[in-house]
Each structure stands twice: as C-alpha cells, then as structure tokens.
C-alpha cells in the first residue's frame, strides 16, 4: 500500500539506550527532526533527506538524554 502523508514512529518504545525513528513519505525532500523535553527545550535537531515511498530509519542520540519523557516532531513537506 502507498504511504500517504508522513508516517514517524520510535522503536522501541520505550528505550534505554538506542532508539530508531522510521518514516515514511509521500513526497520527496528534507525533513526536520526535532526532540523536545516536556518543558520545551529542544534537545537534538537534525535534517535527513526522504525519498517518496522508502522508508527511512534515523538513529536517535539519546545516550546522551537523561531518562524521562520526550516529544519528537518531525516536519516534511506540508507534513508534521
């Protein structure tokens, strides 16, 4: 089935020591990724280049997260 849209998720889910983002898109170009804490600060940022319809696994830095909760926000496109 074609992807519509952008598709993010983590795994795993919860995570210790390494985490994988995995995306998929509609459209091709750059993506923004963005880790924020819960009171805002943004933690890590990065841009990754998607092409349509592939899926993309990005290694999460999070060794260097203390433990707690974090909210990613990925923007592609017209997507977020």
């Not at 889910?13 to 819960?38: C, E």
């Amino acid at each position: 089935d074609k992807v519509v849209g952008l598709q993010a998720g983590v795994f795993p889910n919860p995570s210790a020591k390494s985490a994988h983002l995995h995306m998929i898109s509609d459209q091709a170009g750059q993506a923004q990724i963005q880790v924020f804490s819960l009171n805002g600060q943004k933690m890590l940022a990065d841009q990754v280049y998607l092409q349509p319809q592939e899926l993309f696994d990005y290694q999460l830095a999070i060794q260097q997260l203390e433990q707690g909760v974090y909210l990613i926000k990925v923007v592609h496109a017209r997507h977020t």
